[in-house]
Antibody, heavy 118, light 112 residues
């Protein structure tokens, strides 16, 4: 069974840093692109970042220079390093698998909550 | 950035009746290889989204046959042939043709 389990969400002060992790199982992690998508409270979905199998990365403009996506294929784990956090970064962060059949996404994790507040 | 616009934003439906959601992109989603990376997702309250349809009309594994997708270029539609109680929630279209990937605002499906 394909599983993606996020962790690391917390309450953090504005300007602070946090690292999210996503431990995966049930598929060959190294063969898939991986994404982070977030959802602010009561709002819609926002794509955040993607890393491919060669570790090339893309980001939405609002997080460029502050967030870094990375992966450890030996540990089957995806990361999102977040710094200079702002109130508007408050959201549930989902780890999402990239499909092998097309350039989009398929399986989603349950999410981890990040709250940026003083 | 490609803007995705869904209509309606709210859709009250009767159990057993059909439902339809439209999604329009601000530019064509056809890439240089002729592929169209448009998908539909469903999110139940308190749950993560799950993929229903990808590349316009392909059903993801385990998705009931009552869900179908159609469209081309900039205009796309998700149809539910007969709405069941478990179909309530919010539906999103998503484009993966261009970075940043973007979502529609979401359409809330409610039982009338």
């Amino acid at each position: 069974e394909v599983q993606l389990v996020e962790s690391g969400g917390a309450l953090v002060q504005p300007g602070g840093s946090l690292r999210l992790s996503c431990a995966v199982s049930g598929f060959t992690f190294s063969s898939h692109w991986m994404h982070w998508v977030r959802q602010p409270p009561g709002k819609g979905l926002v794509w955040v970042s993607r890393i491919d199998t060669e570790t090339n990365t893309h980001y939405v403009d609002s997080v460029k220079g502050r967030f870094t996506i990375s992966r450890d294929n030996a540990k089957n784990t995806l990361y999102l390093h977040m710094s200079s956090l702002r109130a508007e970064d408050t959201a549930v962060y989902y780890c999402v698998r990239g499909s092998r059949d097309w350039v989009g996404v398929d399986v989603w994790g349950q999410g981890t909550t990040v709250t940026v507040s003083s | 950035e490609i803007v995705m616009t869904q209509t309606p934003l709210s859709s009250p439906v009767i159990l057993g009746q059909p439902a339809s959601i439209s999604c329009r992109s601000s530019q064509s989603l056809v890439d240089r290889d002729g592929n169209t990376s448009l998908s539909w997702l469903h999110q139940r309250p308190g749950q993560p989204p799950r993929l229903l349809i990808y590349k316009i009309f392909n059903q993801f594994s385990g998705v009931p046959d009552r869900f179908s997708g159609s469209g081309a270029g900039t205009d796309f539609t998700l149809k539910i042939s007969r709405v069941e109680a478990e179909d309530v929630g919010v539906y999103y279209c998503m484009q993966s043709t261009q970075f940043p990937h973007t979502f529609g605002q979401g359409t809330k499906l409610e039982i009338k």
